[in-house]
């Protein structure tokens, strides 16, 4: 016992030694409150904001009085009148409005949190577009968004090409009358980095629809005032031709592949204690998140990588086996029956549904590195109108119950036999 308490107070004071920060401490430095400075606008504009559908999404309130320490969201629909108005509430006690009062939408409701006044919303679909109002309980509003969530109506799959010279690419497509109202056309985003490295991965290419006029709302504030996203509420309602055409956005997938960058060296202090201890830096765990799920079986399960956003390469493997887009990705062949293991457009891995061969490990990459590992259970689950004996497996079950059974009871009727008969000649050998 003693010679444990002293290699333990060793080992401690040989971390004093090593780690000089356990001898200074820094105080935090203070950060200035970013709504000190910034002052709401007197004129409540809507700025524009696209996204693809799919993915996970977060509009943050930059601006709001001091005074206030919490914020309510409130969603209206882009042709939805001002009574239609809805206040969002999580279940995490961000709710200040009585929900008896206030309609609210189940859907959206049970896909988004506020988290630090800002507002995520996780697999944004096209119903989610419309107008976003960070405001107070008395309805006060102080900064708003126009979204709009615009669903990829062509996933094409491109062989690797040569570097572009620039980083945004227009596709023009000409709508209108002879008098050219407004102009449609795609603004592509840069490729992404390789999601993987190491081994063959993907590179993905995003194409918003936006249109170009000089008849836009001008309450709808943008970088550009001739410029805004093809579902905005900003486009007038007179370019119905525009509206009914069904315009959306387009996602391009390339093969890629990349040497994997070296590790970030460890510190000095970290590796002298192990050498300490005798290890060597080969046998140092890799530093990945693991995260335990189990699921019900033959119903839909989506998973998604901890850390992603919405512009960022994510991938995904089962065990030591990618997952690729061109033999997973939803809407890859028009006509055909999806398959029911996906990837969807907001990098999610999709199973629909969700069966017990499923269960295994699995990993996600960002930005080129794996992220985390996840460990999935998928479990038989009997609901109403179920029966054990309904169940696939049951007369494997059932024989191999049997057949062990049996064997057990040949076993058991061997050894009593045998002491019977150890007996009965140990009783004739006396006599």
């Not at 046998?283 to 919405?310: M, Q």
């Not at 990993?363 to 038989?380: D, H, K, N, P, S």
Request: glycine share 6%; hydrophobic share 40%.
């Amino acid at each position: 016992m003693c010679d444990a308490t002293f290699i333990l107070l060793l080992v401690l004071l040989v971390l004093l030694i090593l780690c000089p920060e356990a001898w200074t401490y820094e105080a935090p430095e203070v950060k200035q409150d970013v709504f000190a400075t910034t002052a709401c606008p007197a004129f409540l504009t809507f700025t524009n904001a696209a996204y693809l559908a799919g993915v996970t999404l977060e509009l943050p309130c930059r601006c709001k009085p001091q005074q206030v320490q919490s914020v309510v969201w409130f969603f209206r629909k882009h042709l939805g009148s001002s009574g239609e108005t809805r206040a969002l509430t999580d279940h995490h006690g961000n709710k200040l409005l009585d929900p008896r009062h206030v309609p609210h939408s189940a859907d959206l409701q049970s896909r988004f949190a506020i988290r630090l006044f800002s507002l995520l919303i996780f697999r944004a679909g096209a119903d989610d577009s419309g107008v976003y109002i960070c405001g107070s309980a008395h309805k006060d509003f102080f900064y708003s968004y126009d979204l709009d969530i615009q669903e990829a109506r062509t996933l094409s799959f491109t062989p690797r090409l040569a570097p572009e010279t620039t980083s945004e690419k227009r596709k023009e497509r000409r709508l209108g009358s002879a008098r050219l109202l407004y102009r449609v056309f795609t603004s592509f985003r840069p490729w992404s980095v390789c999601d993987r490295c190491g081994v063959p991965g993907e590179q993905v290419r995003i194409g918003l629809c936006y249109v170009h006029s000089h008849f836009l709302h001008v309450r709808y504030r943008r970088a550009n005032q001739t410029v805004a996203s093809c579902g905005s509420g900003a486009v007038p309602r007179a370019f119905g031709k525009l509206k009914r055409s069904r315009v959306g956005a387009k996602l391009e997938v390339r093969s890629c592949q990349v040497i994997c960058p070296p590790p970030a060296p460890r510190p000095s202090s970290i590796l002298s204690l192990m050498a300490f201890l005798g290890y060597n830096s080969a046998s140092l765990p890799v530093e990945v998140p693991v995260f335990y799920l189990s699921h019900p079986a033959d119903r839909v399960l989506t998973l998604g990588c901890p850390g992603a956003r919405a512009n960022m390469a994510v991938a995904w493997d089962r065990g030591s086996e990618p997952i690729y887009r061109y033999e997973h990705a939803t809407g890859r062949t028009l006509g055909a029956s999806p398959p029911r293991l996906q990837i969807d457009t907001g990098h999610h891995l999709l199973f629909n549904p969700a069966k017990i061969q499923d269960s295994g490990i699995y990993y996600c990459w960002l930005q080129g590195r794996q992220a985390a590992e996840i460990r999935l259970l998928v479990y038989l689950r009997l609901g109403r109108g179920q029966s054990v004996t309904s169940h696939p497996e049951f007369q494997i079950a059932v024989k191999t119950v049997l057949t062990w059974y049996a064997v057990m009871t040949a076993v058991f009727c061997i050894l009593v036999f045998g002491r019977a008969g150890v007996r009965h000649l140990r009783d004739t050998h006396v006599d």
